[in-house]
């Protein structure tokens, strides 16, 4: 009975001092401002890449834009940026063995919305991404904050 009770104890302390992971956020009134889902300047397309999963809270991971560092993400955080509109575009996140892409054809005009989420991995946990249709995003999007944009921690 005390090995489990020991085992018990041990996994609980774990558990609290890894915590949720935390990143720099943007001020109140540019996420506001981002969560109006303004159509993008002329000729670019808007992209919100978003991280709202219960599964790794205790994870960073960073997130690229056509190899541009976005960010390093972090639970219940989103990213908004403008790309080129009228091509495709590679959104690239950290993962546990190597960088998991998402290639999307972005028309320019339009907003995107990208999630990214977290999965079981060997050692921790890893990530990837999937599109998501405009409407779920931006229902999403409204209940989390912006994120700071252009520090990765690779």
């Given amino acids: 009975m005390k ?3 020991n ?3 041990l ?3 774990a558990f609290v001092l890894a915590g949720c992971a935390s990143v720099n956020m943007a001020s109140k009134e540019e996420s506001d401002k ?3 889902f303004s159509a993008p300047t002329a000729g670019n397309s808007g992209v919100y890449v978003y991280r709202n999963s219960f599964v790794g809270k205790a994870l960073k ?3 690229w834009v056509d190899g541009k560092c976005l960010g390093e993400s972090a639970s219940d955080v989103f990213f908004y940026t403008q790309v080129e509109g009228g091509k495709k575009h590679k959104i690239e996140t950290e993962s546990e063995f190597s960088p998991n892409a998402l290639e999307v054809f972005m028309e320019a005009g339009k907003n995107y ?3 990214q989420f977290i999965k079981l991995g060997a050692f921790v946990g890893g ?3 999937e599109q998501i249709p405009e409407e ?7 209940k989390l904050g912006l994120a700071q944009p252009g520090t990765c921690g690779k």
């Fill in 3 to 5: 090995i489990n009770h």
């Fill in 7 to 9: 085992i018990t104890i």
């Fill in 11 to 13: 996994a609980l302390s």
């Fill in 34 to 36: 981002a969560k109006q």
């Fill in 61 to 63: 991971k960073d997130i």
């Fill in 113 to 115: 919305f990208v999630r």
């Fill in 127 to 129: 990530a990837d991404l």
């Fill in 136 to 142: 779920q995003g931006k229902a999403d999007v409204a």
